[in-house]
């Protein structure tokens, strides 16, 4: 178990819809991560916030947006949806802001869109 | 662009020999590089890591060897146990004060019993 919490498991919903997706990072860590696998690829970087604050950014689409709240809890928007956007996103948290330290994972939400 | 490449998309061994896990890069500014294990389900978990002012490290069954002048990568497993099977992903970040870690496509490793 990573501590690390990523609700909900499954997601199924329709194009055009709008979806959030949420995290609880491990006790202690101030960073969270976001990441969409897709089939058989690797974990893309979406977004990374370091206690309330954003702190990078990946290739994220405009029709996704996140923010971390005050506790530390994570979501991840996702609007506007289309097919390709199906995929397993990942949450991850570090304690500190830097990325030399390992990121524990949650173990996804899986998002099928139809 | 893909800057963090793992060629090999599944590996097999048999149990007890050495399993070998390549990755490839290609972004000099990268000095920190880790190896994550993923089961079916699961989220990834940290595996070992290596900071490109070494070349060379080991913990326990897992050793991880930096080559930065050919700017790869290893993972060494020995020896390799069928609870070893899993996909593992390769990722390379720089060490500033924020940023992302880049990760490969993963490679599949089986070990048979």
């Known amino acids: 178990d990573s501590g690390v919490t990523q609700t909900p498991k499954h997601l199924i919903t329709a194009t055009g819809q709008r979806v959030t997706l949420r995290c609880s990072p491990r006790?202690?860590?101030?960073?969270v991560y976001w990441y969409q696998q897709s089939l058989d690829q690797g974990l893309q970087f979406l977004i990374q916030?370091?206690?309330?604050?954003?702190?990078a950014k990946g290739n994220i689409l405009e029709r996704f947006s996140a923010q971390q709240f005050p506790d530390l809890h994570s979501e991840l928007n996702l609007s506007s949806l289309e097919l390709g956007d199906s995929a397993l996103y990942f949450c991850?948290?570090?304690?500190?802001?830097?990325?030399?330290?390992?990121?524990?994972f949650g173990d996804g939400t899986r998002l099928s869109i139809l | 662009d893909q800057q963090v490449k793992q060629n090999s998309p599944s590996l097999s061994v048999q149990e007890g020999r050495i399993s070998i896990l390549n990755c490839d890069y290609t972004n000099s500014m990268f000095d920190y590089f880790l190896w994550y294990k993923k089961y079916p389900a699961e989220g990834p978990t940290f595996l070992i890591s290596?900071?490109?002012?070494?070349d060379k490290n080991e913990d326990g069954r897992f050793t991880v060897f930096l080559n930065k002048s050919a700017k790869h990568l290893s993972l060494h497993i020995v020896p390799s146990q069928p609870g070893d099977s899993a996909v593992y992903f390769c990722?390379?970040?720089?060490?500033?004060?924020?940023?992302?870690?880049?990760f490969g496509d993963g490679t599949t490793l089986t070990v048979k019993p």
């Open positions: 991850a948290s570090s304690p500190g802001d830097r990325d030399n330290q390992p990121q524990h």
């Open positions: 290596i900071s490109s002012i070494k």
């Open positions: 916030y370091y206690n309330g604050e954003e702190r």
């Open positions: 990722a390379a970040t720089v060490n500033t004060n924020a940023g992302k870690s880049t």
């Open positions: 006790s202690g860590d101030l960073s």
